[in-house]
């Protein structure tokens, strides 16, 4: 079993800055993807980034050049860095992890376990 703890959520103006962290326990998961997801009211849960066991890195297109995810194994944590942030960045942001996601880094039930997820709000 895989707890995942995220933090670093808050509100910030258009054109700030925060950086979230995923913190992971339980087991081992070096080997294992870890992604973000968000959902805003009365949206679906959509693809963020992940980040692979191996360091390979994958983004939505419309945070693609503002948002950076990485991962310090060593620390079993996980950071998004979220630069240039728009009021259409406001959300739940969620942390996730998969042992097997098999390329399928942007969907959603390929990943097995979950955080309780941090709120984000980006005023104009």
């Known amino acids: 079993q895989v707890q995942l703890v995220e933090s670093g959520g808050g509100l910030v103006q258009a054109g700030g800055s925060l950086r979230l962290s995923c913190a992971a326990s339980g087991r081992t998961f070096s080997s294992y993807a870890m992604g973000w997801f968000r959902q805003a009211p009365g949206k679906e849960r959509e693809f963020v980034a992940a980040?692979?066991?191996?360091?390979?890195?994958y983004y939505a297109d419309t945070v693609k050049g503002r948002f950076t995810v990485s991962g310090d194994y060593a620390r079993s944590t996980v950071y998004l860095r979220m630069n240039t942030l728009e009021p259409e960045d406001t959300a739940v942001y969620y942390c996730?992890?998969?042992?097997?996601?098999?390329?399928?880094?942007?969907?959603?039930?390929?990943?097995?376990?979950w955080g309780q997820g941090t709120q984000v709000t980006v005023s104009s």
């Open positions: 980040i692979s066991w191996s360091g390979g890195t």
């Open positions: 996730a992890a998969s042992p097997n996601i098999g390329g399928s880094y942007y969907v959603p039930r390929r990943y097995d376990y």
